[in-house]
């Protein structure tokens, strides 16, 4: 059973910075797809950034020139440049298992999950 575990929220100030990290275990090779997702209080989830085969990687507009996913063997990461109140979220990593040729920017696609990690910008 693959497990993953984010770590890295936290509390900051706009304009400031943090380092998400997804620890994967229990997978006998490597996801094709790792993504992160947000949710904010009264808003729906939406996929934030995603690395294909631990090279290739998309980003929502939102997160664009400010976040990078990158990703080594076991630990997923997600650096958070330029925080505003708008990034306040809980930050989950996920894995997708099938091979799509490109990450799928849908969260139903995906069937590993941590737990999630909370973001506050104020």
């Known amino acids: 059973h693959v497990q993953l575990v984010e770590s890295g929220g936290g509390s900051v100030q706009a304009g400031g910075s943090l380092r998400l990290s997804c620890a994967a275990s229990?997978?006998?090779?490597?996801?094709?797809?790792m993504g992160w997702f947000r949710q904010a209080p009264g808003k729906e989830r939406e996929g934030v950034a995603f690395i294909l085969l631990g090279a290739r990687t998309t980003y929502a507009d939102s997160v664009k020139d400010r976040f990078t996913i990158s990703k080594d063997k076991n630990t997923l990461y997600l650096q958070m440049n330029s925080l505003n109140p708008e990034d306040t979220a809980m930050y989950y990593c996920a894995a997708d298992t099938y091979y799509r040729g490109v990450c799928s920017t849908d969260g139903r696609h995906y069937n590993f999950w941590g737990q999630g990690t909370q973001v506050t910008v104020s």
């Open positions: 229990g997978a006998i090779y490597t996801p094709y797809c």
